[in-house]
């Protein structure tokens, strides 16, 4: 491995814990609000779909031929269009989530954890640990992933079992109740966010180039997040039921407060909170690695270190501004989907097909 590449083993459990991020705590009250105690099924068919799409970036992989994203744009629209055009995907989309990203960490830490500490003291200590992360390289990210990511495994082991004696089983009963419709209807806002979020992982083709290595790490890093929403939400059902999870914002994070065995086993939700808290690192380091690379290349900067500091104040500042309540977010998650849509799938089919017309030499 170069200097500047990742191992399959790396990429995955970086993605895995970038997928697992902020979703885990958000999605779980929207599936049960749609799905019921059938949404740990949701799960299931958003990784199903996952899965269908892997091919078609697995491709864009292959035509990237080791270069950039935005250099494979180049290639597809001229240097101008391409430049522009990354421009506006850098903005429109990672660099978006990464605003969102942003705000999920300051409400959750404020609503939850420590409701009186203002929550900009909050997104900068976060992010004095990510831009000492950006700044020390995507090989040191990649080795990083792989120490981090064996505790997240273990805390989640440890309150799964935990929780085993506060399970009813019978708040997963009767299979399929309404039908298939709720499911696929509820499989769409976990699609959406985060897997659709895929497509962002093309910008580190150049630090894994073989376009097989890539689907490799794509598969194993979804498989590992999966398994993990999956036993969350059966978990999550059977501790809660179907009708208090869709009336909690954070149900993945409220069950663990349940967790009582004696008078000195409890008082898990600290632990949830780590276990949160070290994934949605990676997850900002990723989605701020990426706009920070795609527009530093766009614009032709001699360093991407000095678009750091300035992209980062400007997304803690809309960050307080992105949403005004969580009614709000509840409406807008509404919306996302199709959204992501249009970036996860519509824009790389639009990709492959020009670059099979374009790049056939």
Not at 57 to 66: E, K, N, V
Not at 124 to 143: D, E, K, N, Q, Y
Not at 263 to 269: A, K, L, V, W
Request: proline letters at 5%.
């Amino acid at each position: 491995m170069n200097n500047r590449g990742l191992t399959v083993r790396q990429f995955a459990l970086w993605m895995a814990m970038y997928q697992i991020g902020s979703a885990y705590l958000l999605i779980p009250s929207g599936l049960a609000t749609v799905a019921g105690h059938d949404a740990w099924l949701c799960v299931v068919v958003a990784i199903g779909i996952q899965y269908l799409l892997v091919p078609l970036l697995t491709a864009l992989a292959g035509q990237m031929r080791g270069n950039s994203f935005v250099q494979y744009l180049r290639r597809l629209f001229g240097n101008t269009s391409g430049s522009v055009l990354s421009i506006l995907f850098v903005f429109l989309f990672p660099y978006l989530i990464f605003i969102f990203t942003l705000r999920n960490l300051s409400d959750f830490i404020t609503t939850s954890v420590m409701p009186l500490t203002p929550p900009y003291v909050l997104l900068a200590l976060m992010l004095v640990a990510v831009v000492f992360a950006l700044r020390s390289g995507v090989p040191t990210i990649g080795r990083s992933s792989e120490i981090l990511f064996l505790f997240l495994p273990a805390i989640f082991l440890l309150v799964a079992l935990s929780l085993l004696s506060e399970t009813h089983w019978h708040n997963l009963a009767p299979f399929l109740e309404y039908g298939w419709k709720p499911i696929l209807l509820g499989s769409f806002p976990l699609l959406a966010f985060p897997y659709l979020e895929t497509v962002l992982f093309l910008f580190l083709v150049p630090h894994i180039p073989e376009s097989v290595n890539w689907r490799k790490a794509v598969c194993l890093g979804s498989a590992l997040s999966g398994t993990m929403y999956l036993l969350m939400m059966l978990i999550t059902t059977a501790a809660l039921s179907e009708g208090v999870m869709a009336n909690l914002t954070f149900a993945s994070y409220f069950v663990v407060r349940t967790i009582a065995i004696g008078d000195f086993f409890q008082r898990f939700e600290i632990v949830i909170t780590i276990f949160w808290y070290t994934s949605i690192f990676f997850r900002l380091v990723f989605l701020l690695q990426v706009s920070i690379q795609g527009l530093s290349e766009a614009f032709a900067l001699r360093s991407k270190d000095t678009l750091i500091i300035p992209l980062v104040l400007i997304a803690i500042v809309f960050s307080g501004m992105i949403w005004t309540n969580m009614a709000f977010l509840i409406e807008f998650m509404q919306v996302w989907p199709m959204y992501a849509m249009i970036f996860g799938i519509a824009l790389p089919i639009l990709f492959w097909i020009i670059g099979k017309v374009r790049l056939r030499s």
